[in-house]
């Protein structure tokens, strides 16, 4: 959360968000060890280190959970979704996102998490 709340006031600082809106942004952000919170989240982001078997571990935790309509995204730009989406049988939509240099999203047209 500490490095949460520093990028958002380095862009208070430089004048691209008022501290209201970064205090706003952070009071939506919820941390917690206890994954069955994740039930009624329609966005999850997985951040995890760029380990395929981490990786896996993670999905095989909380896939079950997601609910039908969820959107999984991972921020892993060395590891194909698709690799990972063959192994789920869910209905969560699998996503890519990556904050590089060029800020992208792909977006993974196959079912499954």
């Known amino acids: 959360m500490e490095t949460i709340e520093q990028n958002l006031s380095r862009l208070v600082k430089r004048g691209k968000m008022t501290e209201e809106q970064k205090n706003d942004a952070l009071n939506k952000v919820t941390i917690s060890l206890d994954i069955s919170m994740l039930a009624n989240c329609d966005l999850v982001i997985e951040a995890a280190t760029e380990d395929e078997n981490v990786k ?4 095989e935790k909380i896939c079950p959970i997601l ?3 969820a959107i999984l995204a991972t921020n892993s730009s060395s590891i194909s979704l698709s690799h990972f989406s063959k192994q789920f049988n869910t ?6 996102v990556s904050a590089s240099n060029s800020p992208r999203a792909y977006i993974v047209k196959r079912g499954g998490c």
């Open 56 to 59: 896996k571990e993670i999905y």
């Open 67 to 69: 609910k039908d309509n």
């Open 91 to 96: 209905e969560s939509i699998p996503i890519s």
